[in-house]
C-alpha cells in the first residue's frame, strides 16, 4: 500500500460520503456533505502537491542553493490554506441562509423535492 | 465621404424623427432624407456604372482585422438605388395610408433606420460590418412588423420574422468568421478575389450551409417562407417597402455578391436551385388560393424570390443577369401592387378577398394602374415582368448536364409561369370586377392623389422597362450584373422580341393556362368557399417554438434549486466522467516512474479514523450533534495527514477551523431543529450509494493517476526565491503574503463579504446578551485567565509565520476562538474585544495600504521589501512589509470568523420574537 | 537520557493512556449524566497532564534546553478541564430542573 494509494482512497472515501449525504437531501445532511466535501476536496488539492513526510517547505534561512526535491510543492499547500479558511466562512454562510429561508418558510422542508 | 453620408443619414434622420411629434415635420425630414440619399447615389451614378468601386475605410478593430469599409460598385449601386428610392416612394405613400396616425414619426422614424440598416448591408465593404447591418435590417424589420402591436397578429408575425432572421443572423455571423478565416481577410474586396481558394477550403461546405441558411430565412425560402406571409401583419407601407423590394432582397442581394466566392459548384447549384424551385411553385400555388389581398402578394412575393434564387441557382451567367434584372422589375411592380393593396384596404376597410369585389365602379384610376403592375407581374408582352420571365424561360430551357433538373426545370417553370398567372388574374378580376362588393365596412371611393402618385410612378417604370429597355435600364442593369458576376459579361439582348422560339412559346402557353386555372378555379371550384391552404411551416414554427419553451420549463424545473438530489446526482457524475473520459479515450498518457514516498508512521491509523468517521457521519440514525461530533473526527485525521505529509501549516489551520466548525454548527444547531429523516426506499438508498461510491471513486481515481506523475512546477522557484526574494523561511506563507499576495487580497475580500453578508442575515433579530449562561462564574474567570495566553500564543504564531509554520490565518484563526469563547463566557457579544466589524475594516484597509505603499514607491501594487535589522534586545528581527499585509490577513481572519460565530450565538430565540 | 528519566517517561506514558482508557470505558458503561460526566474529566486531567509530562521531561534530556513550553498546555489542560466539565453539568442541570424536593446543598440555579 502506498501513500499515493492511500491519500487517494482517502479522497474517495470522503467525496462517496459527501455525495451520499448530499443526495439524502436533507438540510443537516447537506451541510454534513459539504462539510466533508470540502475536506475531500482540500485533500485532493494538497495531493496534487505529491505530498511526502518530512520534506516540509521550510527553507534553510541563508543557504544557497537548494534542491527542489528535498521539499514538498508549497504552492498547493498555500491554495489549500486559503480554501480551508474560505471553507468556513462558506458553511457558515450556507447555514445563515438555511435559517433565513426557514424563517421565511417556517420549516427545513427546502430540501426536499 | 459621400458613402459615410449616404449610410449614416437615415441613421440621424430616424434619431430626430424619434423625437418629433408633428406628422408633416417628420414626413418633411423623411422623404428629404431618401431623396438627398437617392441625389448622392445619382451623383455616383456614372462612375460606378462606368465600372468603378469607391471606396471609404475607417479603421475599426485593427488588432482583429476588421475597419468599417464602405464600398459601392454597380451591383451595390443598384441596390441602394432600390432602397433609397422606393423609401422615397413609400413614405409619400405612408404620408396618406396613415394620414392623421399620431404614431406617425415613429413609423418614419423606424421606417428610416431600417433604410440606414439596409444601405449598410448593401454598402458594406467589411465582412463584420455587412453582417452587423444584416442582424440591423432585422431588427428594424421585427420593430415595424410589430408596430400594431398589442394586435396578436401583429405580435405573432413579429416574433416569427424575428426568430427566423434572428436565426439566419446567428447563421451568417458564423459563415462570415469562416469565410474570413478561409480568405484570410474579412474586407470584401479580398474575399471576393479569393474564390478559389475558398472553394478549395475544407471549410467550405460549413461556409456554404451557413451562408445558404442566413440568405434563405432573410428571402424567405423554403423551407422559412412562412414567416413572410405572417409579415403581412405590418402596416401596408412596411409591405410594400420591406416585405417585396427591400428586406427579401437583402438575401437576394448576398446570393449575387457573394457568387464569385462561393458560386458555381455543384453544391451551390443543387442547393440553391432546389431552394428556389421548391420555393417558386410553393409560393405560387398557395397566392391562388389566399383570400388575404396581402397574403395572395406575400405568397406571390415568396414565389418570384424563389425565381430569382432559382436563376442564381443555375449558376450561368445569363441567369445571373436575368436575376438582376428580375430583382428590379419585381420590385418595381410588387411595391406598386402592395401600395395598390393597400389603397383597397383603406378606402373598403378590408381587405378579404371575398368581401372586395367589382371595385373598378368606384376607383377606375386605381384599377388600371394596378392591373398594369399585376399583369407585369403575370409576365404580359409590352411589360418588364415579361422580359425577365422570358430570360427565366430560356434559361430553363437551356439548362443541360445536370440531368433530372434539366429536364424538371422547364416544367418547373412552366407551372410556376401558370400559377403567377393565375393569381395575377385573380387579383385583377376579384378586386375590380366579379361583381359588387360585399358587406363593406366602408363606401369606397378614389383615394387622394398624393397617394395614388407613389403607384403610378412604379407603374409608369413599368412600362417604360417593358418598352423600351435598353435606354432605361440598360447601362445599370449590365454594370450590376457585371459586378455580380465579378468578370466578363455574357451577350444577352433586352430587346422586346426575340421572334418565335421556345420562352415566347411558353410564355403564351403560362398565360392562357394560367387564366384558364383561375377561370376554372373560380367558376367551377368555388374558390371562395375553400379553406386556406395550411400555410405550411409556421404550424412547425409554433410547435418548435413551443417545444423549446416546455423543455426550457423542464430544464428549469430539473435544475432549480430544490432539486437538490438531482444537481447532486450530476455534479457525481460529472466527477466520474471528468475521471474516464481520458480512459476512454486511450487512457492517460504513460506512466512516469512512480514517486512513491513512505508513509508516515500511525498513517494507517490516520486513514482508518478519517474513514471509518465519515462513513458514520453518512449514518442518518445519529442524533445531529454526534455526526457533529464525527465530523470533527474526520477534520482531526485531515489535519494529522497534513501534519505527516509536511504541511505543518495545513495542519494548524485545519485544526483551528475544525473547532471553529464545530462551534458555529453547534450555536446554529440550536436554532436549526432536524427533522427526521426522510424515509427512503432500499432501493433509492442503493441507487444514491452507487452514484456516491462511483463520483468518489471517480474523483480518487483522478487523484490518484495525478499523484503518479509530476508535471515542471512553478514552485521550485518560489522555493529557490523565498528567502533571497522575500526575506522568508516557510515557503508557504512567503507564497501567501508575498508571491501571491494579490491572490490572497482577493480571498480575505472573500472572506470578509461572507461574514457580513451572514451578519446581515442574522442582524435584525440579534440579540445584546445570551441569557443562558448568565450567572456562570468559572467560565469568565477561567477565560480571564486563559485570554491573554491564548493572545500571546496567536502573537508568537503571527510573529514567526514568515519562517516558521504560523502567519497571519492561523494566528487570526487562534485569535478569534478565544475571542469568541470570551463573548460566549461574558455572554454578551459586545464583549470588549471581539468588534468584528472594525477587525475586518482595520485588516482590509492594512492589506490595502501595504499593497498601495509600493504602489506610491513606484513598483507595482503589493510588492514586499524586506530587512533583517538587528535590535539590540531582541537581535535579529525579520522585517518585511509582508509581515504588514499578513497582519491585514490576520485582522480580517479574526473579524470574519467571529463576526460568523456570533452572528449565530447570539440571534434570538425561535418563537421568542 | 539516564535510565531512570527513561524509565519515568515510560511510566508517565502508560499511567497517562490508561487514564484515558479508562476515562473512555467509564463514558460507555456508567448509566446517567453526572456519573457519565466524571470520568472522562479525570481522565483528560490525568492522561493529557501524564502525556505532557512525559513529554516535557523527555525534550529536557534530549533538547537540553528549556522544556518549559510543553508545561504551558498542562496548565491550560488543568484550567480549562474543569471549567467545562462545570459548563456540562450546569448545562444539564439548566434543562432538567431540580425535582421539587431541593438539595439545600445546590441553589436552583435554572433561570
Not at chain 2, 417554438?545 to 416546455?550: D, E, F, G, N, S
Not at chain 2, 508575498?738 to 490572497?744: A, E, H, I, V, Y
Not at chain 2, 442574522?762 to 445584546?768: P, V
Not at chain 3, 466539565?85 to 445546590?106: C, E
Amino acid at each position: 500500500m502506498t501513500l499515493e494509494l492511500m491519500l487517494a482512497s482517502q479522497i474517495a472515501i470522503l467525496v462517496a460520503c459527501a455525495l451520499y449525504c448530499l443526495m439524502r437531501g436533507r438540510l443537516f445532511d447537506v451541510i454534513v456533505g459539504i462539510t466533508l466535501l470540502s475536506y475531500g476536496v482540500n485533500l485532493f488539492l494538497f495531493a496534487m502537491g505529491r505530498p511526502a513526510p518530512d520534506k516540509a517547505p521550510i527553507v534553510p534561512a541563508h543557504g544557497g542553493a537548494l534542491s527542489p526535491a528535498d521539499y514538498v510543492d508549497p504552492l498547493p499547500q498555500a491554495l489549500v490554506l486559503t480554501a480551508i479558511v474560505i471553507g468556513f466562512a462558506m458553511t457558515g454562510l450556507m447555514v445563515a441562509l438555511a435559517l433565513r429561508r426557514k424563517q421565511a418558510d417556517g420549516d427545513d422542508a427546502g430540501a426536499e423535492q | 465621404m459621400t458613402l459615410l453620408t449616404i449610410c449614416l443619414l437615415p441613421w440621424c434622420a430616424a434619431l430626430l424623427l424619434a423625437r418629433l411629434r408633428s406628422a408633416t415635420a417628420a414626413f418633411a425630414l423623411a422623404g428629404a432624407c431618401a431623396l438627398v440619399v437617392l441625389g448622392l447615389l445619382g451623383q455616383m451614378a456614372q462612375a460606378v456604372w462606368a465600372g468603378q468601386t469607391l471606396q471609404s475605410s475607417v479603421a475599426w478593430l485593427p488588432a482583429l482585422g476588421v475597419s468599417a469599409t464602405l464600398r459601392i460598385d454597380a451591383l451595390a449601386w443598384l441596390f441602394a438605388t432600390l432602397v433609397s428610392g422606393i423609401g422615397a416612394l413609400v413614405i409619400l405613400y405612408a404620408r396618406y395610408y396613415m394620414d392623421g396616425d399620431e404614431r406617425l414619426p415613429r413609423f418614419f422614424a423606424l421606417l428610416c433606420a431600417f433604410m440606414g440598416a439596409m444601405l449598410g448591408v448593401v454598402l458594406a465593404g467589411d465582412l463584420v460590418l455587412l453582417a452587423m447591418f444584416w442582424e440591423l435590417t432585422s431588427l428594424a424589420s421585427f420593430l415595424l412588423i410589430a408596430f400594431n402591436a398589442p394586435d396578436r397578429g401583429a405580435v405573432r408575425g413579429a416574433r416569427a420574422a424575428l426568430a427566423v432572421t434572428g436565426m439566419g443572423g446567428l447563421a451568417l455571423m458564423a459563415a462570415v468568421v469562416m469565410l474570413g478565416r478561409a480568405a484570410g481577410s474579412f474586407d470584401l474586396a479580398t474575399v471576393l478575389a479569393a474564390g478559389d481558394v475558398v472553394r478549395a477550403d475544407p471549410r467550405y461546405p460549413w461556409i456554404l450551409t451557413c451562408f445558404l441558411l442566413a440568405v434563405f430565412s432573410k428571402s424567405a425560402q423554403f423551407p422559412f417562407q412562412f414567416w413572410l406571409a405572417r409579415a403581412m401583419a405590418a402596416p401596408t407601407p412596411v409591405s410594400a417597402y420591406l416585405h417585396s423590394a427591400t428586406l427579401v432582397k437583402a438575401g437576394i442581394f448576398l446570393l449575387l455578391r457573394f457568387y464569385p466566392v462561393l458560386g458555381g459548384t455543384d453544391a451551390w447549384f443543387f442547393a440553391v436551385s432546389t431552394a428556389g424551385a421548391i420555393t417558386l411553385l410553393l409560393g405560387g400555388v398557395a397566392a391562388v388560393f389566399q383570400h388575404d389581398l396581402k397574403g395572395l402578394l406575400a405568397y406571390s412575393t415568396v414565389s418570384h424570390l424563389g425565381l430569382i434564387t432559382l436563376l442564381i441557382g443555375f449558376s450561368t451567367p445569363t441567369a445571373i443577369v436575368a436575376a438582376v434584372f428580375h430583382v428590379i422589375n419585381h420590385a418595381t411592380f410588387k411595391a406598386s401592387l402592395f401600395m395598390a393593396a393597400g389603397i383597397v384596404d383603406h378606402e373598403c376597410g378590408t381587405r378579404d378577398l371575398r368581401n372586395v369585389n367589382g371595385m373598378w365602379r368606384y376607383m377606375p384610376l386605381t384599377g388600371s394602374l394596378a392591373i398594369v403592375a399585376a399583369a407585369a407581374m403575370a409576365g404580359v408582352p409590352l411589360l418588364n415582368g415579361f422580359l425577365s420571365k422570358e430570360m427565366f424561360f430560356g434559361e430553363a430551357l437551356a439548362l443541360e448536364g445536370h440531368d433530372p433538373i434539366a429536364l424538371l426545370a422547364p416544367l418547373a417553370a412552366l407551372l410556376a409561369g401558370a400559377a403567377g398567372v393565375a393569381y395575377s388574374a385573380r387579383f385583377v378580376h376579384d378586386v375590380f370586377f366579379n361583381g359588387a362588393p360585399i358587406n363593406l365596412p366602408r363606401t369606397p371611393h378614389e383615394p387622394p392623389l398624393w397617394m395614388a402618385a407613389p403607384v403610378a410612378v412604379l407603374v409608369l417604370l413599368c412600362l417604360l422597362v417593358g418598352l423600351i429597355p435598353t435606354p432605361i435600364i440598360g447601362a445599370p442593369l449590365a454594370a450590376a450584373a457585371h459586378a455580380a458576376l465579378g468578370g466578363s459579361l455574357p451577350s444577352y439582348s433586352l430587346a422586346l422580341w426575340h421572334g418565335f422560339n421556345g420562352p415566347l412559346a411558353m410564355s403564351a402557353l403560362a398565360l392562357v393556362s394560367g387564366v384558364g386555372i383561375y377561370a376554372v378555379l373560380m367558376r367551377k371550384r368555388a374558390l371562395h368557399q375553400r379553406p386556406l391552404p395550411d400555410p405550411w411551416g409556421y404550424r412547425q414554427f409554433e410547435r418548435l417554438l413551443l417545444t423549446l419553451a416546455r423543455s426550457g420549463v423542464v430544464l428549469v424545473r430539473q435544475l432549480r434549486g430544490d432539486r437538490m438530489r438531482l444537481q447532486m446526482a450530476v455534479l457525481a457524475l460529472a466527477a466520474v466522467l471528468a475521471a474516464g473520459w481520458p480512459l476512454l479515450g486511450g487512457g492517460f498518457e504513460a506512466h512516469l516512474p512512480e514517486l512513491t514516498a513512505a508513509i508516515p508512521q500511525g498513517g494507517i491509523i490516520v486513514w482508518v479514523v478519517g474513514a471509518v468517521f465519515a462513513i458514520a457521519a453518512t449514518s442518518a440514525r445519529n442524533q445531529p450533534v454526534t455526526v457533529l461530533l464525527f465530523l470533527g473526527a474526520v477534520g482531526l485525521a485531515v489535519a494529522l495527514a497534513f501534519a505527516g505529509l509536511s504541511a505543518p501549516d495545513l495542519s494548524l489551520t485545519q485544526l483551528f477551523v475544525e473547532v471553529a466548525t464545530v462551534l458555529l454548527l453547534l450555536l446554529a444547531l440550536q436554532r436549526l431543529p432536524v427533522e427526521a429523516p426522510p424515509v427512503r426506499s432500499l432501493g433509492k438508498r442503493l441507487r444514491y450509494a452507487a452514484i456516491a461510491v462511483a463520483g468518489g471513486g471517480g474523483t480518487g481515481w483522478l487523484a490518484w493517476e495525478a499523484m503518479l506523475r509530476k508535471p515542471p512546477a512553478i514552485s521550485d522557484y518560489q522555493l529557490a526565491n523565498a528567502v533571497s526574494g522575500a526575506g522568508g523561511t516557510n515557503a508557504v506563507n512567503v507564497i501567501i503574503v508575498d508571491f501571491r499576495g494579490f491572490d490572497t487580497l482577493g480571498e480575505i475580500t472573500v472572506l470578509a463579504a461572507a461574514a457580513l453578508i451572514v451578519w446581515a442575515f442574522l442582524a435584525r433579530e440579534r440579540a445584546g446578551v445570551l441569557g443562558r449562561f448568565q450567572g456562570s462564574f468559572m467560565l469568565p474567570t477561567a477565560v480571564k485567565i486563559v485570554m491573554p495566553f491564548a493572545a500571546l500564543v496567536a502573537v508568537h504564531l503571527y510573529l514567526r509565520g514568515h519562517n516558521l509554520p504560523g502567519g497571519g490565518f492561523v494566528a487570526g484563526l487562534l485569535l478569534a476562538i478565544g475571542l469568541v469563547l470570551e463573548a460566549l463566557a461574558l455572554g454578551s457579544w459586545r464583549s470588549p474585544h471581539a468588534r468584528p466589524v472594525r477587525w475586518l475594516a482595520a485588516g482590509l484597509g492594512l492589506a490595502l495600504l501595504t499593497g498601495a505603499a509600493s504602489l506610491a514607491l513606484g513598483y507595482p501594487f503589493l510588492t514586499s521589501a524586506f530587512g533583517h535589522p538587528v535590535l539590540p534586545v531582541l537581535g535579529e528581527i525579520p522585517l518585511a512589509s509582508a509581515a504588514l499585509f499578513d497582519l491585514g490577513v490576520l485582522a480580517v481572519v479574526v473579524g470574519a470568523t467571529v463576526m460568523l460565530i456570533l452572528a449565530f450565538a447570539f440571534g434570538r430565540e425561535e418563537g421568542k420574537k | 537520557m539516564p535510565m531512570w528519566a527513561d524509565i519515568c517517561v515510560a511510566v508517565l506514558l502508560i499511567v497517562g493512556a490508561l487514564a484515558a482508557l479508562i476515562g473512555t470505558w467509564g463514558m460507555l458503561r456508567l448509566p446517567d449524566f453526572m456519573t457519565r460526566l466524571h470520568a472522562p474529566t479525570k481522565a483528560a486531567t490525568l492522561g493529557a497532564g501524564c502525556a505532557l509530562a512525559a513529554l516535557a521531561l523527555r525534550f529536557y534530556f534530549v533538547e537540553g534546553g528549556s522544556s518549559l513550553r510543553y508545561l504551558i498546555p498542562l496548565g491550560f489542560v488543568f484550567v480549562t478541564a474543569p471549567v467545562s466539565a462545570h459548563m456540562l453539568a450546569r448545562a444539564w442541570r439548566a434543562r432538567h430542573p431540580v425535582t421539587p424536593k431541593p438539595d439545600p446543598a445546590m441553589p436552583s440555579a435554572s433561570p
